[in-house]
Protein backbone atom coordinates (compact mmCIF):
# COMPACT_ATOMS: atom_id res chain seq x y z
CA UNK A 1 0.00 0.00 0.00
CA UNK A 2 1.00 3.54 -1.33
CA UNK A 3 1.53 5.86 2.35
CA UNK A 4 -0.62 8.28 0.80
CA UNK A 5 -3.72 5.45 1.67
CA UNK A 6 -2.88 5.94 5.16
CA UNK A 7 -3.26 9.84 5.17
CA UNK A 8 -7.62 9.35 5.30
CA UNK A 9 -7.99 7.46 8.65
CA UNK A 10 -5.37 8.82 9.96
CA UNK A 11 -6.59 12.33 9.45
CA UNK A 12 -9.87 11.07 10.86
CA UNK A 13 -8.39 9.67 14.40
CA UNK A 14 -6.34 13.56 14.13
CA UNK A 15 -10.06 14.99 14.18
CA UNK A 16 -11.13 13.16 17.06
CA UNK A 17 -7.42 13.78 19.07
CA UNK A 18 -7.91 17.90 18.85
CA UNK A 19 -12.04 17.35 19.34
CA UNK A 20 -10.46 15.54 22.97
CA UNK A 21 -7.58 17.65 23.61
CA UNK A 22 -9.74 20.89 22.88
CA UNK A 23 -12.84 19.57 24.97
CA UNK A 24 -10.38 18.43 27.99
CA UNK A 25 -8.44 21.47 28.07
CA UNK A 26 -11.17 23.50 28.85
CA UNK A 27 -12.60 21.28 31.15
CA UNK A 28 -9.12 21.07 32.89
CA UNK A 29 -8.85 24.93 33.12
CA UNK A 30 -11.98 25.31 34.70
CA UNK A 31 -11.51 22.59 37.26
CA UNK A 32 -7.67 24.45 37.86
CA UNK A 33 -9.25 27.82 38.79
CA UNK A 34 -12.23 26.10 41.15
CA UNK A 35 -9.79 23.93 43.01
CA UNK A 36 -6.42 26.14 42.73
CA UNK A 37 -9.16 29.01 44.36
CA UNK A 38 -10.71 26.17 46.52
CA UNK A 39 -7.22 25.36 48.06
CA UNK A 40 -6.51 28.77 49.28
CA UNK A 41 -10.16 29.31 50.93
CA UNK A 42 -10.54 30.57 54.46
CA UNK A 43 -13.22 27.41 54.18
CA UNK A 44 -12.17 24.42 55.81
CA UNK A 45 -14.67 22.20 53.40
CA UNK A 46 -13.45 23.64 50.17
CA UNK A 47 -10.20 23.73 51.57
CA UNK A 48 -10.48 20.13 51.98
CA UNK A 49 -12.44 19.24 49.04
CA UNK A 50 -9.93 20.86 46.62
CA UNK A 51 -6.73 18.94 48.31
CA UNK A 52 -8.71 16.14 48.05
CA UNK A 53 -9.11 16.34 44.59
CA UNK A 54 -6.01 17.80 43.69
CA UNK A 55 -3.74 14.74 45.76
CA UNK A 56 -5.80 12.17 44.16
CA UNK A 57 -5.78 13.02 40.62
CA UNK A 58 -2.19 13.97 40.37
CA UNK A 59 -0.91 10.94 42.66
CA UNK A 60 -2.30 8.15 40.71
CA UNK A 61 -2.20 7.32 37.39
CA UNK A 62 -4.08 8.99 34.26
CA UNK A 63 -4.16 5.54 32.59
CA UNK A 64 -5.66 3.68 36.08
CA UNK A 65 -8.32 6.86 35.85
CA UNK A 66 -9.30 6.43 32.07
CA UNK A 67 -9.83 2.36 33.05
CA UNK A 68 -11.92 3.44 36.09
CA UNK A 69 -14.27 5.89 34.67
CA UNK A 70 -14.56 3.38 31.54
CA UNK A 71 -14.46 -0.19 33.10
CA UNK A 72 -14.99 0.59 36.74
CA UNK A 73 -17.72 3.13 37.62
CA UNK A 74 -20.25 1.16 35.44
CA UNK A 75 -19.88 -1.68 38.08
CA UNK A 76 -19.54 0.32 40.36
CA UNK A 77 -23.67 2.12 39.23
CA UNK A 78 -24.90 -1.82 38.45
CA UNK A 79 -24.27 -2.15 42.51
CA UNK A 80 -26.60 0.96 43.88
CA UNK A 81 -28.70 0.03 40.98
CA UNK A 82 -27.64 3.17 38.54
CA UNK A 83 -26.66 3.18 34.66
CA UNK A 84 -23.07 4.93 34.85
CA UNK A 85 -21.65 3.76 31.75
CA UNK A 86 -19.88 6.48 30.04
CA UNK A 87 -19.00 6.61 25.89
CA UNK A 88 -15.65 6.48 25.32
CA UNK A 89 -15.32 10.36 24.84
CA UNK A 90 -16.99 11.34 27.52
CA UNK A 91 -14.73 8.88 29.61
CA UNK A 92 -11.52 10.16 27.99
CA UNK A 93 -12.24 13.91 28.24
CA UNK A 94 -13.01 13.61 32.00
CA UNK A 95 -10.50 12.01 32.41
CA UNK A 96 -8.15 13.73 30.78
CA UNK A 97 -9.66 17.17 31.88
CA UNK A 98 -9.69 15.92 35.80
CA UNK A 99 -5.62 15.31 35.59
CA UNK A 100 -4.46 18.24 33.85
CA UNK A 101 -7.18 20.03 36.04
CA UNK A 102 -5.55 18.65 39.49
CA UNK A 103 -1.81 19.93 37.84
CA UNK A 104 -3.08 22.90 36.72
CA UNK A 105 -4.85 24.15 40.38
CA UNK A 106 -1.34 24.00 41.82
CA UNK A 107 -0.06 26.49 38.95
CA UNK A 108 -3.26 28.54 39.98
CA UNK A 109 -2.52 28.49 43.56
CA UNK A 110 1.19 29.52 43.15
CA UNK A 111 0.41 32.49 41.04
CA UNK A 112 -1.95 33.54 43.28
CA UNK A 113 0.02 33.28 46.01
CA UNK A 114 3.19 34.93 44.67
CA UNK A 115 1.17 38.00 44.42
CA UNK A 116 2.95 40.55 46.74
CA UNK A 117 0.92 41.10 50.12
CA UNK A 118 0.74 44.39 50.23
CA UNK A 119 -1.58 44.40 46.81
CA UNK A 120 -4.11 42.94 49.21
CA UNK A 121 -3.29 45.44 51.59
CA UNK A 122 -4.04 48.25 49.15
CA UNK A 123 -6.85 46.36 48.69
CA UNK A 124 -7.89 46.63 51.97
CA UNK A 125 -7.30 49.99 52.18
CA UNK A 126 -10.25 51.02 49.29
CA UNK A 127 -12.66 48.33 51.40
CA UNK A 128 -12.41 45.87 48.86
CA UNK A 129 -13.89 42.53 49.97
CA UNK A 130 -11.81 39.35 50.27
CA UNK A 131 -13.65 38.41 47.36
CA UNK A 132 -13.30 41.51 45.61
CA UNK A 133 -9.65 41.20 46.16
CA UNK A 134 -9.16 38.46 44.25
CA UNK A 135 -10.98 39.21 41.20
CA UNK A 136 -9.86 42.50 41.07
CA UNK A 137 -6.33 42.10 41.89
CA UNK A 138 -4.81 39.27 42.56
CA UNK A 139 -6.27 37.53 39.79
CA UNK A 140 -5.46 39.82 37.11
CA UNK A 141 -1.51 39.63 38.11
CA UNK A 142 -1.49 36.02 38.61
CA UNK A 143 -3.27 34.95 35.31
CA UNK A 144 -0.41 36.07 32.74
CA UNK A 145 2.11 34.07 35.24
CA UNK A 146 0.32 31.06 34.61
CA UNK A 147 0.15 31.51 31.00
CA UNK A 148 3.81 29.30 30.22
CA UNK A 149 2.66 26.86 32.69
CA UNK A 150 -0.73 26.42 31.08
CA UNK A 151 0.66 25.92 27.47
CA UNK A 152 3.09 23.21 28.64
CA UNK A 153 0.10 21.52 30.23
CA UNK A 154 -2.17 21.71 27.48
CA UNK A 155 0.64 19.85 24.98
CA UNK A 156 1.30 17.82 27.38
CA UNK A 157 -2.23 16.83 27.60
CA UNK A 158 -2.42 16.87 23.66
CA UNK A 159 0.42 14.00 23.68
CA UNK A 160 -1.86 12.03 26.90
CA UNK A 161 -4.75 11.60 24.51
CA UNK A 162 -3.00 8.71 22.51
CA UNK A 163 -3.96 6.59 26.00
CA UNK A 164 -7.61 6.96 25.55
CA UNK A 165 -7.16 4.37 21.99
CA UNK A 166 -6.61 2.08 24.56
CA UNK A 167 -10.43 2.06 25.35
CA UNK A 168 -11.11 1.54 21.30
CA UNK A 169 -11.64 5.44 20.92
CA UNK A 170 -10.42 6.18 17.25
CA UNK A 171 -7.93 8.87 17.93
CA UNK A 172 -4.89 8.75 16.17
CA UNK A 173 -3.12 6.59 17.98
CA UNK A 174 -5.74 4.11 17.99
CA UNK A 175 -5.88 4.64 13.86
CA UNK A 176 -2.53 4.15 13.31
CA UNK A 177 -2.56 0.47 15.39
CA UNK A 178 -5.27 -0.58 13.50
CA UNK A 179 -3.68 0.51 10.05
CA UNK A 180 -0.11 -1.00 11.46
CA UNK A 181 -1.55 -4.64 12.54
CA UNK A 182 -3.33 -4.76 8.85
CA UNK A 183 -0.42 -3.51 6.88
CA UNK A 184 2.89 -4.57 9.18
CA UNK A 185 4.69 -1.22 8.08
CA UNK A 186 5.54 -0.15 11.32
CA UNK A 187 7.97 2.62 10.27
CA UNK A 188 5.73 4.29 7.41
CA UNK A 189 2.70 4.22 9.67
CA UNK A 190 4.80 5.61 13.11
CA UNK A 191 6.77 7.96 11.38
CA UNK A 192 3.70 9.74 9.70
CA UNK A 193 1.75 9.72 13.10
CA UNK A 194 4.78 11.35 14.95
CA UNK A 195 5.05 14.16 12.53
CA UNK A 196 1.50 14.79 12.84
CA UNK A 197 1.47 14.84 16.56
CA UNK A 198 4.17 17.29 16.33
CA UNK A 199 2.14 19.07 14.16
CA UNK A 200 -0.63 19.38 15.85
CA UNK A 201 1.73 20.38 19.26
CA UNK A 202 3.73 23.44 17.17
CA UNK A 203 -0.45 24.88 16.51
CA UNK A 204 -1.28 24.57 19.98
CA UNK A 205 1.90 25.82 21.19
CA UNK A 206 1.11 28.86 18.98
CA UNK A 207 -2.30 29.21 19.76
CA UNK A 208 -1.12 29.35 23.67
CA UNK A 209 1.67 32.10 22.88
CA UNK A 210 -0.60 34.06 21.41
CA UNK A 211 -2.79 33.59 24.58
CA UNK A 212 -0.36 34.54 26.85
CA UNK A 213 0.48 37.88 24.79
CA UNK A 214 -2.90 38.70 24.57
CA UNK A 215 -3.44 38.42 28.28
CA UNK A 216 -0.23 40.15 29.08
CA UNK A 217 -1.30 43.33 27.25
CA UNK A 218 -4.48 43.07 29.20
CA UNK A 219 -2.40 43.27 32.17
CA UNK A 220 -0.56 45.90 31.07
CA UNK A 221 -3.60 48.27 29.66
CA UNK A 222 -4.95 47.23 33.47
CA UNK A 223 -2.50 48.87 35.48
Given amino acids: MEWTSYLPPLLQGAWVTVQLTVYSTILGAVLAFAFGIGKLSNNWLIKGVSIGYIEIFRGT ?3 VQLFWLYFALPIAGQAIGIDLRLPPVVAGVLALGLNIGAYGAEVVRGAIQAVPKDQYEAGRALNFTPRQAMWRIALPQAVPEMMPTFGNLAVQNLKDTALVSLISLGDLAFRAENIRNFT ?23 FMKIAERSVGRWKTAGR
Fill in 61 to 63: SLL
Fill in 184 to 206: QDSTTVYTLVLFMYFGMALVLTA
